[in-house]
């Protein structure tokens, strides 16, 4: 009986010093991935500012397609959907939108936590337009999710590089949206999308 006390006690030492040493721990993450995509800034904000194109990029490669409820507008800042995943009920709203400065978003879930708060931003470059994409959130006050931060992390950029490969292809579309004027997108060759950049 004796040893088991102190094995019971032994463990409620290193949980209680794994619970103290995690409160030390960063409790928000981000990722951040960038990619040049073959079209102009104005093509590449006008595809992105309507939300009917993002489970496009959304979707996972080979899984089933996203079926989202969208609200009363599906573009600019105030748009957003509801759809439903393995972790249950999600919503994505357009918070800001401009040709310039690009797209703020955020995503909730059901129950209110965990929130993500993400951002395109773009910028002109040879062969496109660079589309870096910016995501971050909480991690929660559990120590085993604020030790798993880094592999949050990690894991997230690479999911936001699939998605930049996405929507490089579907710029790439010949029946893609054209510029924020409703222009067709210019005929003949679509240069090949560079390599993401890890930032």
Not at 4 to 22: H, K, N, Q, S, Y
Not at 89 to 104: E, F, H, N, P, Y
Not at 149 to 163: S, T
């Amino acid at each position: 009986m004796k040893a088991i006390r102190l094995v019971l006690f032994g463990f409620l030492l290193v949980l209680v010093g794994a619970t103290v040493l995690a409160q030390f721990q960063r409790a928000d993450w981000t990722s951040e991935r960038s990619l040049v995509v073959p079209a102009p800034p104005e093509r590449v904000h006008a595809w992105l500012d309507d939300l009917e194109h993002w489970p496009a990029i959304l979707a996972a490669d080979g899984g089933p397609p996203l079926a989202p409820k969208y609200g009363p507008k599906t573009r600019g800042a105030g748009a957003d959907f509801e759809a439903e995943g393995p972790q249950g009920k999600w919503t994505l709203a357009i918070v800001a939108s401009d040709v310039r400065q690009g797209l703020d978003y955020r995503v909730g879930f059901q129950g209110g936590s965990n929130s993500i708060d993400g951002t395109v931003r773009f910028a002109a470059e040879a062969g496109g337009t660079r589309v870096t994409l910016h995501e971050g959130g909480e991690v929660g006050w559990g120590p085993i999710e604020r030790f798993l931060r880094g592999m949050i992390e990690k894991g997230h950029a690479e999911e936001l590089g699939r998605r930049l490969e996405r929507l490089a292809r579907e710029l790439a579309r010949p029946d893609a949206p054209g510029d924020a004027s409703g222009a067709p997108p210019t005929p003949g060759a679509v240069p090949a999308a560079a390599p993401a950049k890890d930032e």
